[in-house]
């Protein structure tokens, strides 16, 4: 990794204020770290900020004297390389930011920082007697407003109605310095006004028509920072039932999956292949149930649950019934445990985080290609990537698969999963290989790279010069001196580092 070679403005050195400034090599290399072969500078600094009031100043400061900065509230290791920054910067580390503003259960809300991680939010809302909506084991130190903001896929299709879900609202320093409260947070008032009004920051929308969020959202920190986010969550079930469907292929379950999502049916629902459900179990630690007597490599996981006093069991129960009936209408029978998989081993994987580190996902590292199309294209996406690993010399039975409607059913995120011995150079080059040529191969056949990290940005935008140029406009006026974030997205080249 190239190291960073300008120095911290002074000036910048007195906005941090409460927080913490680290110039140690050691301490900087973690957030150059990547899974991917990502090129980027080492930071000059990171600035470890406890309150919205340092950003501000950090920003203003920055600003002034055009120094670049990288906004991350995650912990280590960071695995698209969204820490490593495209040119000489600083790193602005938002992870000790934990509190928890607001819990307005009648209206399934939280107000939280953005260094809360998922298993914090889930013991704060059980409280409350609420739950988080999260994606798959994301990693135990994975922030839930990065997560959100990344547009990471939850797990509760029914209840994702918007491609902003499960975010609200947002507290954001642009570029510019200036700080901005979208949706309904915007005002009138300040938030404990709003509160005390009985108002609940939970439309995304505004101020007026407008809708600033999705500036925001999947900019990888390149139009601001965001200080503090209004989460969605959703009623803590009383009864739960987990249930498997396995098929010898993806088609049955992608259409079983479309009727239950169009009857608002189940809770949670997602589809794995043999190779990634073994990974799934052995990150929570029950790798040692991974032999079950299933011979199809692809299996449904769904829950149907009850909330108390709106009729639990009967509610559960009704879902069970026409889930079977659809089930046997394609030949297909939901079951409530694989050999010795039990639907409470499938609780613990969606309730569950995965340690972090290359140690995680069963041991190995992998190489991810991710985006979103419709369900009915899923099989045929499947062999094309199939075809580029075992062009590349890749085993196509080694590569995991995951399905992860979104948008209840109207889309989904595909993932596919290239896992090889991080000690073996010539597996990494060889998963390295069967990515890039399935990447190019997906994009030329309609895939949607809707989050386009470093190994799909050309992919992503050399198709749509107008968008390009739109953007390029947008962040002007978000960020006229073009600090945060700099050289990211579509938003690199052009004028050199000196020039600015």
């Known amino acids: ?166 975010l609200l609202c947002v507290e954001v320093v642009f570029g510019t310095g200036d700080v901005f409260r979208t949706g309904s947070a915007a005002g009138p008032g300040t938030l404990e006004e709003q509160w005390a009004k009985g108002n609940a920051q939970k439309n995304p929308m505004g101020p007026a028509a407008t809708d600033i969020l999705k500036l925001v959202q999947g900019a990888q920190g390149t139009m601001g920072i965001v200080t503090w986010a209004s989460v969605k969550l959703e009623l803590d079930p009383a009864v739960r039932r987990f249930r498997f469907v396995v098929s010898d292929g993806a088609e049955p379950l992608l259409c079983l999956a479309r009727e239950m999502l169009r009857r608002k049916l189940a809770d949670e629902l997602l589809l794995l292949d043999r190779v990634n459900l073994a990974r799934c179990l052995a990150d929570v630690g029950i790798s040692g149930k991974g032999k079950w007597k299933v011979d199809d490599p692809f299996v449904m996981v769904y829950a149907v649950a009850g909330y108390e006093g709106l009729m639990p069991e009967e509610r559960a129960e009704y879902q069970e019934r026409d889930i079977e009936e659809l089930a046997r209408g394609l030949g297909l029978i939901p079951r409530a445990a694989l050999g010795e998989i039990s639907g409470e081993d499938a609780a613990e994987v969606f309730d569950g985080t995965r340690p972090p580190g290359l140690a995680a996902h069963g041991g190995g590292a992998g190489r991810e290609v991710f985006f979103l199309t419709t369900m009915d294209r899923v099989p045929a996406f499947v062999e094309v990537v199939r075809r580029a690993a075992s062009h590349n010399g890749v085993d196509p039975g080694t590569l995991g698969v995951y399905v992860q409607p979104v948008l209840q059913g109207r889309a989904c995120h595909l993932e596919f999963d290239i896992y090889y011995d991080p000690g073996d150079s010539a597996a990494a080059a060889l998963a390295g290989g069967a990515a890039a040529e399935a990447s190019a191969q997906l994009a030329g056949s309609g895939a949607f790279f809707s989050r386009p990290y470093e190994p799909w940005v050309e992919l992503a935008y050399e198709k749509c010069p107008d968008t390009v140029d739109a953007l390029r406009r947008v962040k002007g006026v978000f960020d006229p001196a073009d600090i945060m974030n700099r050289g990211k997205l579509c938003f690199g080249g052009g004028e050199s580092d000196d020039a600015r």
């Open 1 to 166: 990794m190239n190291t960073s070679s300008r120095g911290v403005p002074e000036e910048l050195k007195r906005a941090v204020g409460g927080g913490v400034l680290l110039e140690d090599a050691g301490s900087l290399n973690e957030y150059g770290e990547a899974c991917y072969p990502v090129e980027g500078l080492r930071p000059g600094a990171a600035v470890k900020v406890s309150e919205a009031g340092d950003v501000a100043a950090v920003v203003r400061a920055a600003r002034d004297h055009g120094v670049n900065l990288v906004p991350v509230s995650s912990g280590p290791p960071h695995r698209k390389g969204g820490a490593a920054p495209a040119s000489d910067g600083v790193v602005v580390d938002l992870s000790g930011m934990k509190q928890f503003l607001h819990f307005d259960r009648r209206n399934k809300v939280a107000v939280i920082e953005p260094g809360v991680t998922f298993d914090e939010l889930r013991a704060r809302a059980k409280r409350e007697g609420l739950r988080p909506l999260s994606p798959l084991l994301p990693r135990k130190n994975k922030s839930v407003v990065a997560s959100y903001l990344e547009k990471q896929p939850i797990t509760i299709p029914k209840y994702h109605w918007d491609t902003t879900d499960p």
